[in-house]
């Protein structure tokens, strides 16, 4: 369920500000829900574009009461534009009557911007929520947990309201799916999404979002081919620099 780049979402953002599909959406997966999986903890980052209209930006989790985990790079593009106001809602479908909740960005000060490299990009942000979200967060991981679990053969559960191919016109719902194992770097884990090997992926709108090991998110969302069709990247969550920056929000495992 995948459509569109997400490799550059400044480029994407810098056109107009519309705030449509910053970074990734789901490709070869369902929608959430679908034969009883659902992830009602993830939710959808919403900004006002450069017309007043609140749109859509990127998509994270909830990962304490009222503390809500998603890209830096979505947070430092909406900063850059002014943008000072940001909500939050974990509908599974964004529509101008979404139960909305107020909240604070926070981005990674490491943060440096998307290179693509194996480093750790620490393309991690927060949103402060002004109220309980009134769902249970995600389970994040213990330090080190994917240096100590056998990852070949392993599969991710991305989810996400990124654009994706199965739903024409884009519907801004939660959509899920899954990728393979396919490499582990010092603050990257990368999947791959081949629907010939019966793999999906994400792509544009998904940055943010969970990649799930079971019940745990492992990783953030961040960036993948420019085509939406063989890797994702996604931003580890339990190296040291992901784990400094979190615990300044949350209490960690």
């Given amino acids: ?51 007043g209209q609140k749109q859509l930006f990127c998509s994270g989790s909830l990962i304490a009461p009222t503390v809500f985990l998603t890209a830096a790079h979505c947070t430092a593009e909406l900063e850059a534009h002014g943008v000072t106001q940001v909500w939050v809602t974990f509908d599974p479908q964004f ?28 393309d991690l942000a927060v949103i402060t929520l002004a109220k309980r979200a009134g769902v249970t967060p995600v389970q994040l991981p213990t330090a080190g947990l994917l240096d100590s679990i056998q990852l070949k053969g392993a599969t991710f559960t991305n989810v996400g309201y990124g654009i994706h191919q199965d739903a024409v016109p884009w519907d801004a719902s939660r ?13 990257i884990l990368r999947t791959k999404q081949n629907p010939s090997l019966g793999f999906g992926g994400t792509c544009t709108g998904d940055s943010g979002g ?3 090991y079971g019940a745990v998110e492992v990783a953030v969302t ?14 580890r969550l339990d190296t040291p620099n992901a784990r400094a920056f979190l615990s300044q929000f949350v209490a960690l495992p």
């Avoid at 909305?100 to 960005?105: E, N, P, S, V, Y």
């Avoid at 959509?175 to 603050?187: C, E, K, M, P, T």
């Fill in 95 to 122: 529509s101008s009557t979404s139960r909305l909740i107020a909240g604070t960005m926070h981005t990674d000060p490491l943060f440096g911007g998307i290179t693509g490299a194996s480093t750790d990009p620490n």
């Fill in 175 to 187: 959509w899920y799916s899954v990728s393979g194992f396919n490499a582990l770097n010092a603050g």
């Fill in 222 to 235: 961040e960036t993948g081919d420019p085509f939406c069709k063989s890797q994702n990247d996604g931003v």
């Fill in 1 to 51: 369920m995948r459509v569109g780049r997400w490799a550059a979402p400044a480029a994407a953002l810098a056109a107009a500000f519309t705030l449509v599909g910053a970074a990734g959406a789901i490709t070869y997966g369902a929608p959430d829900g679908t034969n009883g999986v659902t992830h009602p903890y993830v939710g959808a980052l919403i900004a006002t574009n450069s017309k």
């Fill in 210 to 212: 969970p990649q799930l």
